[in-house]
């Protein structure tokens, strides 16, 4: 009887373990209004639209995962911050263009919910349970089950917690209206650390 309960607290000691350890990693906020922001040349000057962005910020926040998912994928989640002094309401993206270094056809920008499915993790919600046999190897397994368990739970609640941030700060679509400053997150396809042109259309919106 007492090596029973010795292997139950075993068994309770790696779960525990299991949870502090868990390959999956907790979501942390990026918070895009408290970024520094870089600030492009061409908005160094008087302009009636001026832009700044950020790359690196899933990074930065210690969102290690879902920065190496831009990687793979070939696109960037960006804090960006846009001032229009325009007389003019502006609703972006349609109103706006985004050029690479070399300009050339404008760079694609994604709605959340494809910035979300490329990015999310998704590495244990795609494992089916163990079978638990009776007999010998039957704590291994229900061990392997529990750990199982404990990284959906935290993958679930990352992927929830990032989904969250994306409906509060997604700038894809917003309007901006005069005098107004708009600071948010956006998904384009591009490589990290590509340089980028931001633009306001000559046939802008007009309200």
């Known amino acids: ?6 292997r139950n ?11 502090c350890a ?10 895009p209004e408290t970024v520094a922001f870089i600030t492009l040349p061409d908005s160094l000057a008087k302009q009636e639209v001026t832009f700044a962005y950020r790359y690196h910020v899933l990074k930065d926040a210690g ?4 920065a190496k998912k831009e990687k793979r994928h070939g696109i960037s989640l960006l804090a960006l911050r846009i001032v229009n002094d325009r007389p003019d309401t502006l609703l972006f993206p349609e109103d706006f263009y985004v050029l690479g270094p ?20 998704d590495k244990y919600q795609k494992k089916g349970n163990y079978e638990v046999p009776l007999g010998r190897g039957f704590g291994d397994a229900m061990i392997n089950n529990m750990g199982l368990s404990v ?5 679930k609640k990352a992927n929830e917690l990032f989904s969250q941030e994306l409906d509060d700060f997604y ?7 005069p005098g107004v400053s708009m600071v948010g997150l956006v998904g384009i396809n591009v490589e990290r650390d590509t340089y980028l042109r931001f633009g306001v259309k000559e046939n802008g919106h007009n309200d």
């Open 22 to 31: 868990s390959c999956a990693a907790r979501y942390h906020p990026i918070q």
């Open 63 to 66: 969102n290690r995962k879902y």
């Open 151 to 155: 990284k959906r739970s935290t993958e």
């Open 102 to 121: 070399n300009g050339g056809d404008s760079l694609n920008i994604l709605w959340a919910d494809m910035v979300y499915d490329r990015l999310l993790q």
């Open 171 to 177: 700038l894809v679509p917003c309007y901006i209206a």
């Open 9 to 19: 607290f075993g068994y309770f000691c790696i779960l525990i373990t299991l949870c």
């Open 1 to 6: 009887m007492r090596n029973h309960y010795l």
